[in-house]
């Protein structure tokens, strides 16, 4: 893997925001977190990202439909859905064309293999 590897997390928990950007540098990718979908598409950084970490439950617009308006943009990027919801909470349908999804709390372990589906060969 390069350090040109960039991966945004958007998600609208702080303490989210300000621990995975750092798992993700020590595992040698470049992270840039976001408090929302709102704030990412405005961001300037949609074409640099080459993978997502994209919360499914945000205020205002939530990951799956910021995923539909990427795809409607024409970006293709990957995207690993981040979620503490449980059970049928889950939504599934809004989902497709995701790589993963990963349940809060999370391991390293669980984040590197999304991560190795998402960016094959780096």
């Known amino acids: 893997m390069t350090r040109s590897t960039w991966v945004a ?5 702080e303490s989210v925001r300000e621990s995975l950007p750092d798992l993700l540098r020590e595992l040698g990718y470049t992270a840039r977190a ?6 990412f598409l405005a961001s300037g950084f949609i074409d640099e990202a080459q993978c ?3 919360d499914i439950a945000m205020p205002g617009m939530s990951g799956p439909e910021l ?3 990427l795809i409607r943009l024409g970006h293709t990027t990957p995207v690993i859905f981040i979620t503490a919801l449980t059970g049928s909470r889950v939504p599934t349908q809004p989902l ?16 590197r293999a999304a991560l190795a589906s998402a960016l094959p060969g780096t």
């Open 9 to 13: 997390v958007i998600d609208d928990d």
């Open 67 to 69: 995923h539909q308006e």
């Open 34 to 39: 976001f408090a929302s979908a709102e704030e």
């Open 52 to 54: 997502l970490l994209l």
């Open 96 to 111: 497709q064309g995701h790589v993963a999804m990963l349940f809060k709390p999370f391991s390293e372990h669980e984040l």
